[in-house]
């Protein structure tokens, strides 16, 4: 009788343990639905296909420093591999030590965005490739000048041909574009603890960690920062105390786009401060602050920030492995 009993209490607790489970996965899939992992590579469009000669001479010409006006600039001087792909000032620097008006966006996961810049005035990474070449504050040189300076070196032609066959002048505006974008769609950062997580990897994120992602969603984050990159690849007004960046508006003239910038991915935030398109939050907590205020119309408590924060934490990937190349 005591043996039957014992069997029944333990069936019962079985049940309402499994029940519980149940409810558990539930609760969380209703949490976890709303986001994506990120996969290992973004959209390849059909006009630039990705292939080991493009990706190697990309790679050339993004630690090239002379294709800029003095020679020692290149796109890593501001997309530094150490410094998350950024460089973690407030505004990049360029030419001749001139300071820009904008913070320097890292370059990790590019390929998921829907454009290019804090105010998208390119659509993708051919079109983002050649701007900061020939932009005067950045590494200011012609790309005619740029063009023949590759030129007076063999291996470039070399690496040109081997990555455009049947190209009768490899060397060109277009193909340059086309090579840099195509290594930076490389520069991907998967298997982040959130990306474990959302896998099934239960034992992934702290608890905390956990507590930010569920905040994230029901506070309306996630209204603009979804999809694979955690962006929805809009604009929006953002006005930051002392910034008379007009942002979007200098673009399109519309009205509407007054002060509105890009939605920034999320991916690796904690790594790529200071914050915002002039840079000036480098403290992660205050951003995220700032944000809920901003966006959302409201001050997080104490014990919601720190679980936002390390949410945001959870959102590091595994960096790219690139080994830095020896240049002619």
């Known amino acids: ?145 740029a063009i023949r300076r590759l030129k007076e070196f063999d291996i470039y032609h070399q690496h040109f041909a081997a990555a455009f066959p049947g190209d009768d002048d490899p060397i060109n505006a277009q193909n340059i574009a086309d090579a840099i974008a195509s290594f930076e769609r490389t520069l991907n950062t998967p298997n982040s603890p959130f990306d474990r997580y959302l896998r099934g990897d239960v034992g992934a994120m702290s608890v905390a960690q956990v507590e930010g992602m569920k905040l994230f969603v029901d506070a309306g984050c996630v209204a603009c920062h979804n999809g694979p990159a955690l962006t929805d690849g809009n604009f929006h007004r953002f006005e930051l105390p002392g910034s008379k960046d007009e942002g979007r508006f200098l673009v399109t003239g519309d009205d509407f786009d007054m002060f509105a910038f890009r939605t920034p991915t999320l991916r690796n935030v904690a790594v790529t401060y200071p914050y915002f398109n002039n840079g000036s939050v480098d403290d992660l907590r205050d951003a995220v602050q700032l944000m809920g205020q901003q966006m959302l119309g409201q001050d997080f408590a104490e014990d919601e920030l720190e679980n936002l924060v390390a949410f945001m934490h959870a959102l590091t990937g595994e960096m790219p492995n690139v080994t830095i190349p020896a240049l002619p």
């Not at 000032?89 to 820009?100: E, F, K, L, N, W």
Request: proline share 8%; glycine share 8%.
């Open 1 to 145: 009788m005591i043996h039957k009993t014992t069997s029944r209490v333990i069936a019962s607790l079985f049940g309402a343990a499994l029940a519980t489970g149940a409810a558990f996965a539930d609760d969380m899939a209703s949490y976890t639905d709303m986001f994506e992992p990120l996969p290992a590579l973004p959209p390849i469009p059909a006009a630039n296909s990705l292939t080991a000669e493009k990706i190697e001479l990309g790679k050339m010409l993004f630690f090239e420093p002379r294709i800029s006006g003095s020679g020692v600039i290149s796109c890593a001087t501001c997309h530094n591999p150490a410094l998350g792909w950024s460089d973690r000032i407030p505004t990049a620097v360029g030419h001749d030590g001139q300071v820009g008006n904008r913070n320097t966006p890292t370059v990790l996961n590019s390929g998921f965005l829907t454009s290019q810049f804090w105010d998208g005035r390119e659509p993708d990474l051919e079109g983002q490739a050649l701007g900061p070449i020939q932009a005067e504050i950045e590494m200011n040189m012609d790309l005619e000048a």
